[in-house]
């Protein structure tokens, strides 16, 4: 039994192929102004072709597993989050396991949207405490690009979108300072339908037609304005609880990573809570929203640029389709 677990090591992906907000703007109407004021994305990264959120995983969790000095053989679980694995089944997990080269250790795929980094998170975070296992593997991984509706019908979430991966590595530390130091997570159904990719389901017969596809049911169909109202909402409430278990001001917060959907919704969060700019992560200017891997990725890119360093307070908070939403507390 381990009073804490801690991040042994972290790493992210993101494909080298750079969309700005004019490439899309010759695919549909739309404009780099309207996409950066109502979102923040300038740029975001999409897959060359045939690349899947195995490869984006696998090369993220590589750095994540040389950052903690361990070899993939070192692992015992793995965990990824995506909203948009290679096929209905298997798991990208197995996919992943097995483009790490090894076998036999449980491989669990997430399905928590946006929210499935911390759900990731909090699995890994209680079996390593409880002593199940000593060396998780958690990713987000996501290829958004091969799902969108490059359309005026498609715009409003097509802009938000991008590819990349997160990893880090969690396992057992000795400091009952430091380490993950609470996780909560919530969800709330009745919003199910207001973000959603409604086909191929189980619940058509067959899952998916020509009807569907002309109708655009393989696209993601979402209620703007609700999912904005919501996250914030939602995202102040679970801060302001995790402070409160901790026995912690913002003050006493070094880092605040929140998923990024949409810098206005971040704003939005930091300003009620009076998050210094050079506080707060806005790597959606670069990547667009890439879901469970939004907070790994910019996490990676914080700590390796010394931001986020030993004996830092980091606050993860994420909102997404379901709705589900939650937070994380770690200290370096
Ligand atoms: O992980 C969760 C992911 N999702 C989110 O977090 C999304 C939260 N919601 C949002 O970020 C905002 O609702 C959006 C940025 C998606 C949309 O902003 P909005 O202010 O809610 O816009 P809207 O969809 O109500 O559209 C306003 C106008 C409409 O035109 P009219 O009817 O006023 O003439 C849209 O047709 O903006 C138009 N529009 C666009 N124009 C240019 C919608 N998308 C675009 C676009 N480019 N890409």
Not at 21 to 38: C, H, P, S, V
Not at 61 to 68: F, I
Not at 264 to 282: L, M, P, Q
Request: with cysteine.
């Amino acid at each position: 039994m381990s009073l804490r677990s801690k991040i042994l090591g972290t790493g992210r992906f993101v494909p080298e192929n750079v969309v700005t907000n004019e490439d899309l703007a010759k695919r549909f109407n739309t404009t780099d102004e309207w996409i950066q004021q109502r979102t923040g994305v300038k740029e975001r990264r999409y897959i060359l072709p045939g690349q899947g959120p195995a490869e984006l995983a696998e090369k993220a969790s590589r750095a994540a597993l040389e950052a903690a000095g361990l070899a993939p053989s070192d692992l015992d679980f793995i965990l990824v989050a995506t909203q948009t694995p290679e096929h209905q089944f298997p798991g990208t997990s197995c996919y992943l396991q097995a483009r790490l080269g090894i076998k036999g250790c449980p491989a669990l795929d997430v399905a928590c949207q946006c929210t499935g980094f911390l759900h990731g998170l909090a699995i890994a975070d209680a079996y390593v405490r409880t002593g199940a296992y000593k060396r998780i593997l958690v990713v987000g991984a996501e290829v958004h690009s091969t799902g969108l509706q490059f359309t005026d019908a498609g715009r409003h979430v097509t802009v938000l979108f991008g590819d990349g991966a997160g990893a880090v590595v969690v396992g057992a530390g000795d400091d009952p300072e430091r380490g993950i130091l609470s996780i909560e997570l919530h969800a709330d159904g009745s919003f199910a339908d207001d973000l959603t990719v409604p086909a191929p389901g189980s619940v058509f017969q067959p899952r998916i037609d020509a009807d569907m596809l002309a109708k655009g049911m393989h696209y993601p169909r979402m209620n703007g304005k609700v999912v904005f109202k919501e996250a914030v909402t939602s995202l102040i409430a679970t801060i302001k609880s995790t402070l409160a278990t901790n026995h912690l001001t913002i003050a006493d917060v070094d880092f605040f990573i929140p998923h990024q959907a949409n810098m206005r919704i971040n704003e939005a969060v930091a300003k009620e809570f009076g998050f210094g700019e050079g506080k707060v992560d806005h790597s959606i200017q670069r990547y667009g929203n890439c879901a469970a891997a939004s907070v790994p990725i910019a996490f990676d890119e914080h700590v390796r640029a010394g931001r986020i360093k030993p004996g830092s307070t980091v606050l993860f908070a994420t909102f997404a389709a379901g709705f589900t939403w939650g937070s994380a507390l770690l200290r370096m």
